[in-house]
């Protein structure tokens, strides 16, 4: 999962394909595995969306990792990284094709688990 966020976050499109695609023939339930993608990239991206919004507000790094209560050091230094690589601007467009993709994983749609991942992962890299 952490090779698929690299290449996302590297805009990488072929790469982040191939990777996805690998995860998807290793994985036994393909379901699952784009659950799993969609609630890891929330998570990753709704760290990005807050560091950006803060930021963007005049908060200084440290304010902003104190207010979002993150401890270590390396790991915020790692969010505050992966942040300069998408705009503000560039969230509700991600964080729409996270949204679709998890509604499409459960049902609403009738692509197929594969569709649904590549889909999602074009989106996010824009």
Known sequence: MFELKDAVFDRDLDEALFIAEQMLQHSKANTGEIIRSVGF???????????????????????????????????????????????????????????????ASKGFTKMNPSTILLLMIKRIIG
């Open 41 to 103: 990239f929330y998570n990753v991206f709704s760290n990005i969306w807050q560091i950006r919004r803060l930021a963007g507000q005049g908060n200084s790094k440290k304010q902003v990792q104190n207010t979002l209560g993150i401890n270590n050091n390396w790991y915020f230094n790692k969010l505050w990284k992966d942040a300069s690589a998408f705009q503000l601007a560039d969230m509700p467009r991600i964080f729409e094709a996270l949204l679709d993709a998890d509604r």
